[in-house]
DNA sequence: GGGCATTAGGTAGGCTGCTTAACAAAAACT
DNA sequence: AGTTTTTGTTAAGCAGCCTACCTAATGCCC
């Protein structure tokens, strides 16, 4: 008799990318015999894990049947806890988004967040409804760093948080499904590597700006989280021009790199004394005179792309990763790009591919549907072997 | 019938270590049935990869015979590549170093280095004799950056060559075992990884500074290399007070850490106009009379720590290591310590252990020992299964 | 010194998880 | 209709382990 241990799990794993396969295409791919393909295929049917997806047709010899995952199997949600926005998502065990949603964040410390973020769960589910199966794993990209246990973050000032706080325990009281925490720098790194700029880049860097600034790092394909979950944490980057700690207000330790975020951009422009006509009053007003051509716009945009020029290199004398990816709500813009690539090229011996996010707003979402799917699939195969195997 | 295929690999894995164990111990180890050890065993015995070593008494009970890796399993060497001095050393398949010898590099240039490198290696093969068996692995320790096809490397100023060579091609020649290269500051890092400071440390730097600066980066235990072999390349910060590339003479785009090296040091010394009694003529002059006291030697360690500091803070803002252990020639030398900690603490938010390198001169020729054990080792449990397995 | 407890090592038989070989079934091609 | 081609099933077998049981050889205790 055949297992449905290694062999379910090699099986599984092949269908788990969504593409059906025929029993003959499962056996080449595993390199099993099509006896035990058929033996597992049949004992997959039965959990029922896998589902017949008809015949294929038009080629000489018997028709064979196509398998799939089933659309029972279960599904994924992830969520984005932004100080602005939360996001929502779900997504069946073949990584098909099915329901998406936004909502803006409504009041602040870690128990307003998480009940708001339990009323979005509740409604990803509802929507998603008895189709999908059960809900196997919630992703949930947060701000701040994550700490060993990978319950308590800390450093999360979006959030109206400062302390370290756990917004896991108040979830997991009202979602029924293991819980994934992840920072969300680390999770739009891992997004851009599985549906945007890094598809396959083993080494590379994720570089967000948005309020604040921050850098997720992959090597090898995995993430690099730094001996106390800082690593990426490039606002505590001494650069030229920085002034030493102790001599600033405000931000502990942080250096000049953390001025490179929307507060540090709205702080210089608040520093010019004279302007040209209408003074903008946020960054996208900023960016979008610098388009226009306004001067001190363009001065204050190339002063930023110079920031992060100088941030990047920093990354390439340490790291050294095949290509930079700027993502974030002011790092994305297109605007800095010849900028930072100027100034990179001008630092770094070997400078690395520079591109601007291909997810946008969504990379956060889509990495922490990346991780709940990751792990979801692991407990899946794990589970073919567990229950009791026939 | 037995295996020797996996259950093989296991129980040579665990004899590897060069402790000697019973095949009861090995059974438990390995949680394999007693049965299936003895036929292992063996094979193994047949095969003349380990040998009967004693019994052991005093304990009730029938008496276990111990069994440990065959003297005859192979030897490895390694040689480190230095513009001052060459090393080379020998160890049998459990790591037990037997041979070490020093001298200093004659000429310069890939080729007579190449040859000098031959005759240390033949050298070292003759005082081992046959009673090892044969050499499996030579690893050897260069500075420069070593490209991604493991044989040509670059900037390897150290060593007389400017543009891209092969170090390789012509010691394969000379030499009956395959040849591992790499990065001396990496294998410094794994030196201290395996035989040092960094024992069970997952995650740490080796900042090494002699001639130049460079930094080795090991992540969960294996080596971060970086896309072009340039991580840890630390020369390339741009740091505060650091002069922008282009307005910089002779070393390219490298940057301010690369005054923290001794050429920086002893430029920074000529710099000073007077000089309160004899000047000293290198660095370890400099360090002697700043341990003696002399204030101005004093200010220019302190310049030299504050610039190590600053580098270390980069790399915790970027990778975020546990620990980050000081090498090199003017590294390792702890009057440095002091001022390198309260920079670093002053600038990071989570401070790295720091230490000064347990292994000092010997630390990039013991990695480059670990790898090619590590190299060997591999080859060998493939072996078990590949000849015909019985 | 003889019996007993204890541990090591060997043998026999059996089970699991695959394999290959052979065959039956069902389509396209001619 | 017959041939070719591919799929799916069945039967038999084998590799690589395991368990159960037995023998061998020691220290300990009286």
Redesign the pocket.
């Known amino acids: 008799?055949?297992?449905?241990?290694?062999?379910?799990r090699m099986v599984l794993a092949a269908l788990l990318d969504s593409v059906p396969m025929?029993?003959?295409?499962l056996?080449s791919r595993?390199?099993?015999?099509?006896?035990?393909?058929?033996?597992?295929?049949?004992r997959l049917v039965e959990i029922g894990l896998i589902v017949d997806a008809g015949?294929?047709?038009?080629?000489?010899?018997?028709?064979?049947?196509y398998y799939r995952l089933a659309p029972t199997a279960g599904y994924v949600v992830a969520v984005d806890v932004g100080g602005d926005n939360l996001r929502v998502a779900a997504a069946d065990m073949s990584g098909t988004v099915c329901f998406e949603q936004r909502q803006a964040t409504r009041g602040a410390g870690a128990g307003r967040v998480a009940a708001q973020v339990a009323r979005m769960i509740a409604s990803a589910t509802n929507a998603v409804g008895e189709q999908l199966g059960r809900l196997r794993r919630v992703g949930v990209s947060a701000p701040g760093a994550v700490h060993a246990d990978g319950r308590t973050m800390s450093a999360a000032r979006n959030l109206g948080e400062d302390g370290p706080f756990d917004l896991i325990t108040p979830l997991e009281a009202r979602v029924d499904a293991p819980i994934v925490l992840e920072n969300n720098v680390n999770l739009a790194a891992l997004g851009e590597r599985w549906r945007g700029h890094a598809l396959d880049v083993a080494t590379f860097a994720f570089l967000a700006v948005g309020a604040g600034i921050g850098m997720g790092l992959v090597h090898n394909g995995e993430l690099v989280r730094g001996a106390h979950g800082a690593a990426g944490e490039v606002a505590y980057l001494p650069l030229p021009g920085s002034v030493p700690p102790g001599q600033r207000a405000g931000r502990g330790k942080a250096q000049l790199a953390d001025e490179a975020g929307a507060y540090g951009v709205l702080a210089a422009l608040d520093a010019r004394r004279s302007w040209p006509g209408t003074r903008p009053s946020s960054v996208e007003e900023l960016f979008a005179q610098a388009a226009a051509g306004v001067p001190a716009a363009r001065d204050l945009v190339e002063a930023e792309a110079r920031q992060l020029g100088l941030t990047i290199a920093s990354a390439c004398a340490i790291f050294d990763p095949e290509l930079v990816v700027l993502g974030g709500g002011v790092g994305r813009n297109p605007l800095l790009l010849p900028t930072v690539r100027d100034t990179v090229n001008a630092y770094a011996p070997f400078p690395p591919r520079i591109e601007t996010s291909a997810l946008g707003e969504a990379a956060s979402l889509t990495g922490a549907l990346f991780v709940a799917l990751q792990a979801a699939r692991a407990e899946l195969l794990r589970a073919v072997s567990g229950p009791d195997?026939g």
């Open positions: 008799m055949v297992s449905v241990d290694s062999s379910g025929t029993r003959p295409e056996a595993t390199s099993l015999s099509r006896p035990t393909i058929s033996e597992v295929v049949r015949v294929r047709r038009g080629r000489p010899g018997r028709v064979p049947t195997g």
